[in-house]
């Protein structure tokens, strides 16, 4: 189950809202959730068990609605729906006496990611951003690690997109005399 930032970011919103006692944001997000998990159970289920997919999506939709309050408002919510869908399928399954195999192209499924070394890295990368003037480092912020285009942070700034090219070149250029680091991208 592939997630994007803006996926995680606009779901997440959705329960911190729905936490906060908004009803048609709730429903959104179950909404979204069901169609996001239908697709997960059916990979993984045998085409005997695929009927099974939408008992499984309203099993782990209820799991949600019931422990909505133990989720941790500082996590991504999507790895907490992934621990409860797992192990609804795990449960699934055991009930079923069927052994589950994972494809080797599902396999990042089985690694979680290590967040402490995300967010160190996050740190250190803030760190040197930090040594830099607030322009060019505010536009390598948004350009190199949020994804805007240079079109879309020249927009955001008021400036030309080619004061932005020349101003993250620049930026870049400073950091790699700096750090003795490559320019170049």
Same mark, same amino acid.
């Not at 309203?58 to 996590?75: F, P, V, W």
């Not at 055991?94 to 967040?115: C, G, N």
């Not at 079109?151 to 003795?180: C, N, P, Q, Y």
């Given at each position: 189950?592939?997630v994007t930032? +803006?996926?995680?970011?606009?779901?997440?919103?959705?329960?911190?809202?729905?936490?906060d006692? +908004?009803g048609?944001?709730?429903?959104?997000?179950?909404?979204?959730?069901?169609?996001?998990l239908?697709?997960?159970?059916?990979?993984? !289920?045998t &085409?005997?068990?695929?009927?099974?997919? +939408?008992?499984?999506?309203?099993?782990?939709?209820?799991?949600?609605?019931?422990?909505?309050?133990?989720?941790?408002?500082?996590q &991504?919510?999507?790895?907490w729906?992934h621990a409860?869908?797992?192990?609804?399928l795990?449960d699934?399954?055991r009930?079923?006496?069927?052994?589950?195999?994972?494809?080797?192209?599902d396999?990042?499924? !089985?690694?979680?990611?290590?967040?402490a070394?995300?967010?160190?890295?996050?740190?250190?990368v803030?760190?040197v951003?930090?040594?830099? &003037?607030?322009?060019?480092?505010?536009l390598?912020?948004?350009?190199?690690l949020?994804?805007?285009?240079?079109?879309?942070?020249?927009?955001?700034?008021?400036?030309?997109?080619?004061?932005v090219?020349?101003?993250?070149?620049?930026?870049?250029?400073?950091l790699a005399?700096?750090?003795?680091?490559?320019s +170049?991208?």
């Amino acid at each position: 189950m592939s997630v994007t930032s +803006d996926m995680e970011a606009r779901l997440r919103a959705l329960m911190l809202k729905a936490l906060d006692g +908004d009803g048609v944001a709730y429903r959104t997000l179950l909404e979204e959730l069901r169609r996001y998990l239908r697709p997960y159970f059916l990979r993984r !289920l045998t &085409p005997g068990l695929a009927a099974n997919s +939408d008992d499984l999506v309203q099993d782990t939709l209820m799991a949600i609605h019931t422990r909505r309050l133990t989720y941790d408002r500082t996590q &991504p919510l999507t790895a907490w729906v992934h621990a409860i869908a797992r192990y609804k399928l795990i449960d699934h399954f055991r009930r079923s006496k069927v052994r589950a195999t994972v494809p080797l192209e599902d396999d990042a499924a !089985l690694f979680a990611r290590d967040e402490a070394g995300d967010a160190s890295a996050r740190m250190d990368v803030e760190a040197v951003l930090a040594t830099l &003037p607030a322009r060019p480092a505010e536009l390598i912020r948004q350009t190199r690690l949020e994804g805007a285009s240079i079109a879309e942070a020249a927009a955001r700034t008021g400036m030309s997109e080619s004061a932005v090219k020349v101003s993250i070149h620049r930026g870049l250029r400073s950091l790699a005399d700096r750090f003795g680091g490559r320019s +170049d991208e």
